[in-house]
């Protein structure tokens, strides 16, 4: 199933931010596995209790307001459809994703 375009626009919002905590200074390209450790990074981060050591805390205070309720696969998509999406998005932030 298509991610919407809503859940497309929160994803690309969210891993923005992702990026901008690990690489401030900014980032071209990205491998592509690379590319999924963001999206699981902004996931965890976003889904999981503080109590995670998968979550990312600045200054002692969570990236993300916590949403258990924050899909994985966002409208029930497989994971080709959502690689399409990821790659799309990294793209639209003018990061090159090496396959």
């Known amino acids: 199933m298509k991610i919407d375009i809503k859940s497309r626009e929160q994803m690309k919002s969210d891993i923005m931010?992702?990026?901008?905590?690990?690489?401030?200074?900014?980032?071209?390209?990205?491998?592509i596995g690379n590319m999924w450790n963001v999206w699981f990074n902004t996931f965890e981060s976003i889904n999981y209790p503080d109590n995670n050591p998968n979550v990312i805390f600045v200054n002692g205070v969570r990236l993300f307001s916590q949403n258990p309720d924050y899909i994985l696969y966002p409208c029930n998509s497989i994971d080709n459809t959502l690689q399409t999406a990821l790659i799309a998005?990294?793209?639209?932030?003018?990061i090159s994703v090496l396959k």
């Open 89 to 94: 998005i990294f793209k639209e932030l003018n």
């Open 17 to 31: 931010i992702t990026l901008n905590y690990f690489f401030p200074k900014g980032i071209n390209e990205l491998s």
